[in-house]
């Protein structure tokens, strides 16, 4: 089960957040093994944001997998999570941060994996 957790100090319509979490689960896809029907977005808007001790408009990104992907993926993916960002989130892509964890284990259905 991928799960991507995205923060951003931007209020977001539930249009833009739909939008966002349908690229997401098209763009998961890219990574060997993973899938939208499997995958767990979570949004979460309208925060506040510090980057070097400034307020601002900024998102995070964070991405969990289960196993690990070549980082050519990792790359090719990340770079469409910042064209979705600016697309459908509005989001300047200087401003958006991304990050990849793989994980050799995952607890699901009761039990670690």
Not at 42 to 47: A, K, P, R
């Amino acid at each position: 089960m991928p799960y991507i957790h995205m923060s951003t100090s931007k209020r977001l319509s539930d249009e833009q957040k739909d939008s966002i979490a349908a690229a997401l689960g098209r763009q998961i896809t890219m990574i060997p093994g993973k899938s939208e029907r499997s995958l767990m977005v979570d949004i979460t808007d309208g925060g506040t944001m510090y980057f070097s001790g400034t307020k601002g408009e900024f998102a995070y990104v964070d991405v969990e997998i289960y196993g690990t992907a070549d980082f050519e993926v990792q790359k090719q993916f990340t770079e469409a999570v910042f064209e979705t960002m600016e697309a459908c989130g509005g989001l300047d892509a200087g401003k958006v941060y991304v990050t990849i964890h793989e994980n050799a284990h995952w607890g699901l259905n009761g039990s670690m994996k």
